[in-house]
């Protein structure tokens, strides 16, 4: 018979082993993520862009064009196939606990074959899913537009591990956190952000380089404009309610376009995580 202390021995251990197991799922997940953004990126560059996207979209994936937002699938099938390359790679990976959904941002360049020139940067930000056993697909993609050379060092990871917690409706309380943060933005502007923003909280702001970390706020409140007007059009949420997304319209004077937002659950509070304006 186990004595009082050898069962409290083994109660530990087992409790260790478990910590163990989850992060080794979790880094397992994390490491799958980026290494679909970059089969995705490399694919771009072996093959042809359209190529990349139809291969790498999920069913349902949307894109962004001139303020619309449109199927993936039949806008990148009534694209023409060119030599243009697209480079990307990620500077920034995050998971859900349970691993079916993840955010990915990093710079892009196009890049000219003729004379190998770079025409254009900017910055993506990606939602992916992954169904059961099935790999990463994207779900949405949206990018923004700079002129600042961006390199990549190492890639920022952060692995959830707040697991669901039954009968919280995740869903609806991320959807309202985001409409709270709508109508506060409206009523009093930009200092909201320091309401809800998470400490590693990143800003894709067109025409500006990213700005991340909530240290480096104003610098990316600055580059936000006043007065936008932000309509909620799609959402998901992590099977274990702990990371979520929200896209749609961002208005302002009279010139339509999109944003997205990513939200992460601290206990039953969401924090804003990500931004991407294309204003």
Do not use: C
């Amino acid at each position: 018979m186990r004595t009082f202390a050898e069962t409290a021995v083994m109660k530990t251990l087992l409790s260790f082993a478990l910590v163990l197991l989850v992060y080794a799922g979790n880094a397992q997940h994390i490491t799958g993520l980026v290494e679909a953004e970059n089969n995705f990126a490399k694919y771009a560059v072996d093959h042809n862009v359209k190529e990349a996207f139809l291969r790498f979209m999920d069913t349902a994936a949307i894109v962004f064009e001139k303020g619309e937002i449109k199927k993936a699938s039949a806008t990148w099938q009534a694209r023409p196939a060119n030599n243009t390359k697209i480079i990307w790679e990620p500077a920034f990976a995050i998971v859900s606990a349970g691993g079916d959904l993840g955010i990915t941002t990093g710079p892009w360049y196009v890049k000219v074959p003729v004379n190998d020139t770079v025409r254009e940067r900017g910055a993506f930000s990606t939602v992916w899913i992954k169904k059961d056993s099935a790999d990463w697909k994207f779900l949405v993609d949206i990018g923004i537009d700079h002129n600042v050379k961006t390199n990549v060092k190492d890639v920022s990871l952060i692995e959830l591990t707040h697991k669901g917690t039954p009968g919280y409706d995740a869903q609806r309380f991320m959807l309202q956190s985001e409409q709270n943060f709508i109508t506060n933005y409206k009523n009093r502007g930009k200092a909201v952000y320091n309401e809800v923003a998470d400490a590693d909280i990143r800003f894709l702001t067109n025409g500006f380089a990213p700005v991340s970390m909530a240290a480096n706020m104003n610098t990316a409140l600055a580059n936000i404009p006043d007065g936008i007007a932000f309509e909620a059009v799609g959402s998901g949420v992590s099977k274990d309610g702990d990371l979520g997304y929200v896209y749609g319209y961002a208005t302002l004077n009279g010139k339509k376009e999109n944003y997205m937002r990513v939200w992460r659950r601290v206990g039953r509070k969401w924090t804003l995580l990500l931004q991407t304006l294309t204003l």
